[in-house]
């Protein structure tokens, strides 16, 4: 079974500019996380979707905004890009939100995208 | 505001050492706690803890939660170098699949 896709591996902006990333889940796995990881935070949660609604949400500006299509592919925007939004950009599938079990709260990560605003 | 703190934040040490990396946490409404690995980019799952007491246990990586003094241990048993990563604790709290991660602990294998 494919793992966790996220395109493009690295990305090069500027201030100012907007940027769109996106990530293709496991097949059969509905929820999609995106999480922000840089040197000094760590990983910090940005937003889950489920059922192409966005369902979690973390402590970041309206810069920052997402979706998931019926395919349960998902894309994350950024906009106005500023200098500390420089990071890995890592997404995460699982099966579901509800229930008990590893198997449903395991997140599965995809290999990130390094944006890098100048 | 949930927190989730690993220590140490760093370590070096020889090949066939043991190492306990420490995860603790003060989180509301507890679901499950688990450990990733993350050597280049995509972190990779371990273990998930719900229940304390119970060990898991994969090859000479083992862990256990403890929930009364809310902590949980990773240990690595006769380390080779290929264990060098950072190792992330992260809690699944109420209902939400989302992660809340520590810092991470950065382990370093030399021969």
């Known amino acids: 079974k494919a793992g966790v896709t996220q395109t493009p591996r690295y990305l090069i902006k500027t201030r100012g500019q907007q940027v769109t990333l996106s990530c293709s889940p496991i097949?059969?796995?509905?929820?999609v996380s995106w999480y922000q990881q840089t040197p000094g935070q760590g990983l910090q949660f940005l937003f889950e979707y489920f059922s192409e609604t966005q369902r979690n949400k973390g402590n970041f500006p309206g810069r920052f905004s997402g979706r998931q299509f019926s395919n349960s592919r998902s894309e994350m925007n950024v906009s106005t890009l500023e200098l500390g939004d420089s990071a890995l950009y890592l997404c995460a599938s699982s099966l579901s939100t509800s229930g008990t079990g590893s198997l449903v709260w395991e997140q599965f990560f995809g290999p990130g995208t390094r944006l890098t605003v100048l | 505001e949930d927190k989730v703190v690993q220590s140490p934040l760093s370590l070096v040490v020889h090949e066939g050492d043991t190492v306990t990396l420490n995860c603790s946490y003060e989180v509301t409404n507890f679901r499950s706690l688990l450990w990733y690995k993350q050597e280049k980019k995509a972190p990779t799952f371990l273990f998930m803890l719900?229940?304390?007491?119970i060990e898991k246990k994969s090859g000479r990586l083992s862990s256990i939660l403890d929930k009364k003094e809310l902590f949980s241990i990773l240990n690595i048993t006769a380390t080779q170098t290929g264990d060098s990563a950072v190792y992330l604790c992260a809690l699944i709290t109420g209902t939400a699949s989302k992660l809340t991660f520590g810092t991470g602990t950065r382990l370093q294998v030399t021969l």
């Open positions: 719900t229940s304390s007491g």
């Open positions: 097949s059969g796995h509905r929820s």
